[in-house]
């Protein structure tokens, strides 16, 4: 259904705008999931980075997935005429089977449908991972700052997009709505058993080493600082080359966020010089690492 985003580079925008979207969906845990909260997320993955910012409506038109390279039609959603009420029974959907199915079974099934309804132009894949993480943290599947689905699908971007495009034909209205989204799911439990992996191995590298628990001070730290966090696994000090390479940030923008950081004392400087200052954790976070 995506294909023609294969390989495309997320841009600073969309970067700083997914992060700010997953630390506004973080503050809203407890409140339930409505077609408000998705408009929210879809304008904040849209906005750029900025807060204050109206929820989005869905599109107005009709649009059409297709191949970069073929121009080939991959997928045609339906009509923005349905939309409003495809996301309306979508929403009753999810808080109707909320008791009856798998937290993750829900959340896979949620995320493929939102994204075969597609209600925007643009921002539809990563509105609906946005979504996909709100609901496994709801319900209780809330790791933190341990795990991101994020990062397994970006391992093999083609299978992600090959998993989630499902259907014998290209239109919704001929067979994609009623398609068999089997494989979808296998994908994404998979996906969610390789993060669940992946901690269990920290966790088992910690107790060997006899580490305290530093889930509750992880807990205090916005999604961009524990991005941040991972250049001091095998490091004491950072420079900003290494966060334009982490976020995909300009140069610029990378020493706008590390002064945001020292202001806030999550870092602090370690070498003054202007060509080559370095970046380490301030000591209350220091211990994260260690």
């Known amino acids: 259904m995506f294909k023609n985003f294969i390989g495309r580079q997320r841009d600073e925008r969309e970067i700083k705008g997914y992060y700010l979207a997953l630390e506004w969906l973080e503050q809203n845990l407890s409140k339930p999931i409505t077609e408000t909260t998705i408009k929210t997320i879809h304008a904040l993955v849209e906005g750029g980075g900025k807060w204050k910012i109206n929820p989005s409506s869905y599109r107005y038109g009709q649009n059409v997935i297709k191949d970069s390279g073929t121009n080939e039609i991959l997928y045609m959603p339906p009509e923005c005429k349905d939309v409003s009420s495809l996301m309306k029974d979508l929403i009753v959907w999810i808080q109707s089977e909320k008791t009856e199915l798998p937290i993750p079974i829900i959340a896979a099934i949620v995320h493929c449908q939102f994204a075969t309804i597609h209600s925007y132009y643009d921002g539809n894949g990563r509105t609906a991972r946005l979504l996909t993480t709100l609901i496994l943290y709801q319900g209780g599947y809330d790791l933190k700052g341990l795990y991101s689905l994020e990062e397994y699908y ?8 090959d998993a989630i495009s499902r259907g014998s034909h290209h239109n919704y209205c001929f067979g994609r709505a009623e398609a068999d989204i089997t494989p979808w799911i296998e994908y994404f439990v998979l996906g969610m058993l390789d993060a669940f992996t992946n901690v269990k191995n920290r966790v088992s590298q910690a107790a060997g080493k006899d580490e305290t628990d530093k889930s509750k001070i ?5 999604p961009k600082q524990r991005k941040v966090l991972t250049l001091f696994s095998e490091r004491e000090t950072i420079t900003s080359k290494d966060i334009e390479s982490l976020f995909g940030f300009s140069s610029r923008a990378a020493r706008f966020l590390l002064k945001d950081l020292v202001g806030i004392r999550f870092l602090k400087i370690d070498n003054l010089s202007d060509k080559t200052r370095t970046y380490k954790l301030s000591e209350e976070y220091e211990r994260l690492v260690v």
């Open 154 to 161: 970006a391992q093999d971007l083609k299978s992600y997009y």
């Open 218 to 222: 992880l807990r205090t730290l916005t």
